[in-house]
C-alpha cells in the first residue's frame, strides 16, 4: 500500500483504478454530500476488518453500507412501507435506514457487527455515485477520520489522518453539509430517529405524515453487564479457555492451538486482522451447531484485539433471561 496515498481527479481512469483497488480488498476513499467516506467491498470480510484496523476504533460498530441505487438497496435489506417512503423521498442523500437484513445479502458480518439489520444509503455526490457504478456492489464506508478524530470534509483531512493506510483518495471537493448522514430505525413503536443529520425530524415527520418515535420505544433498555443492543450467541461464551471441555466448541487464536479439537480458528497465523474478519462468521457457524458453550481461546489486547475483545466479553456477558438481544446498538459518531 501507498506510503502516502495519492489524492486523485475523479476522472474516468481514476475511478477505474479506484473499482479495482476495492475488488482487490483495498481502501478508497471517497467523497460523500455529509462527509469523505473511508470505503471497502462490503462483501469482503478482511477488507471490512482493514476499516477497523485503520480507524483504530476499539470498538465494532455497524457499518454503513453505501449502494447506487434503492434497487440494489431492496436486494440487501428488506424495505416496508415507511422504509420505502423515505427512501423514494430522500434517495439520494444523507439519509441512512437501518432495516432488516435479507438472509441471502452477501454483506460482511462484520460490517454488520453481526445484527439481523443493515443500515443502508444512497449518497447524492456524483463522484460516490461514479464509484458505487464503477465497482458495481456495495461499498462499507464510516467517515474516513481515525477513530475519536473529526469527519473529514475535504480531501487534504483524509490524507492528513489516514493517508498512509488507503490506496487513493478521490477529490470531490469539499462536502456540501459536513455533517453525517441521518439514521432512521425502524422499530416496534415505528421509525425513530437513531441519529441526527442533515435531514431534520420535521423532514422526516412531513414525509412520514407522523410523528417518529421516541427512541425508547424501539429500544430495549440496557441490562447489567450486557448492552441489549448487541448480537449475542446464543451458545454461552467461555473465555481465556486454553481447551475445549467435552461438549464445547472452541474459538481458537493462533498456532498454539490444540489440534484436532471440534471448532474453529480465528486465524491459525496469529492475525488478528484475520482474525477480526473471521469473528462473526465463525461465531454464527458455532452458534448454528447447537452446541451449548463456546470456548474462547486468549486474543491479544493490541491492535484489532481490543475490538475483538470488547465484543467476546459482550458477547459472554450474563444475559437477562427470556429475552433475545434487539437488534439496535450504540449510534454515535464515530
Ligand atoms: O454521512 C455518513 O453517514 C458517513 C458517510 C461516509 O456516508 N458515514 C458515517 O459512518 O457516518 P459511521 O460509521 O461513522 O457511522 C455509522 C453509524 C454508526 O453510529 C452505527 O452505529 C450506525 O451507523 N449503524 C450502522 N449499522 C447499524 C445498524 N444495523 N443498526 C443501528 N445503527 C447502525
Ligand atoms: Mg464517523
Not at 430522500?90 to 443493515?118: C, N
Request: proline share 10%; with cysteine.
Amino acid at each position: 500500500m501507498a506510503e502516502w496515498a495519492p489524492i486523485l481527479t475523479p476522472d474516468r481512469a481514476a475511478l477505474a483504478t479506484a473499482a479495482a483497488r476495492l475488488r482487490e480488498g483495498q481502501l478508497v476513499a471517497f467523497p460523500t454530500e455529509t462527509v469523505y467516506g473511508l470505503g471497502a467491498d462490503a462483501t469482503n470480510d478482511r477488507a471490512v476488518a482493514a476499516i477497523f484496523a485503520a480507524k483504530a476504533r476499539p470498538r465494532f460498530n455497524p457499518l454503513i453500507i453505501h449502494v447506487a441505487d434503492l434497487d440494489r438497496a431492496t436486494t440487501l435489506g428488506e424495505f416496508f412501507a415507511p422504509a420505502l417512503c423515505l427512501a423514494e423521498k430522500f434517495w439520494p442523500g444523507p439519509l441512512t435506514l437501518v432495516v432488516p437484513r435479507r438472509p441471502e445479502a452477501p454483506i460482511s458480518h462484520l460490517a454488520t457487527a453481526g445484527l439481523a439489520t443493515v443500515a443502508l444509503r444512497v449518497p447524492a455526490h456524483p463522484v460516490a455515485l461514479d464509484l458505487l457504478r464503477a465497482f458495481d456492489g456495495p461499498i462499507a464506508a464510516p467517515s474516513a477520520n481515525p477513530s475519536g478524530r473529526l469527519s473529514p470534509t475535504e480531501a487534504e483531512h483524509v490524507q492528513e489522518g489516514l493517508g498512509d493506510k488507503v490506496a487513493l483518495i478521490l477529490d470531490g471537493g469539499p462536502c456540501r453539509h459536513g455533517l453525517e448522514s441521518t439514521i432512521v430505525g425502524f422499530g416496534e413503536g415505528g421509525p425513530v430517529l437513531l441519529r441526527p443529520g442533515a435531514i431534520t425530524r420535521e423532514a422526516l415527520e412531513a414525509a412520514l405524515g407522523r410523528p417518529l418515535a421516541a427512541k425508547s420505544l424501539a429500544q430495549k433498555p440496557e441490562s447489567p453487564g450486557q448492552l441489549a443492543s448487541h448480537y449475542a450467541p446464543k451458545a454461552r461464551l467461555r473465555l481465556n479457555a486454553h481447551e475445549a471441555r467435552p461438549g464445547e466448541m472452541l474459538l481458537a487464536f493462533g498456532p498454539g492451538a490444540p489440534k484436532d479439537v471440534p471448532g474453529l480458528n480465528l486465524s491459525p497465523e496469529g492475525d488478528l486482522v484475520e482474525a477480526a474478519a473471521n469473528l462473526f462468521a465463525y461465531l454464527h457457524i458455532l452458534d448454528e451447531t447447537g452446541v451449548a458453550s463456546i470456548a474462547v481461546m486468549p486474543i491479544p489486547e493490541t491492535g484489532l484485539g481490543e475490538a475483538i475483545n470488547d465484543r467476546l466479553r459482550r458477547a459472554a456477558a450474563p444475559r437477562e433471561t427470556g429475552g433475545n438481544p434487539t437488534e439496535v446498538p450504540e449510534t454515535k459518531p464515530s
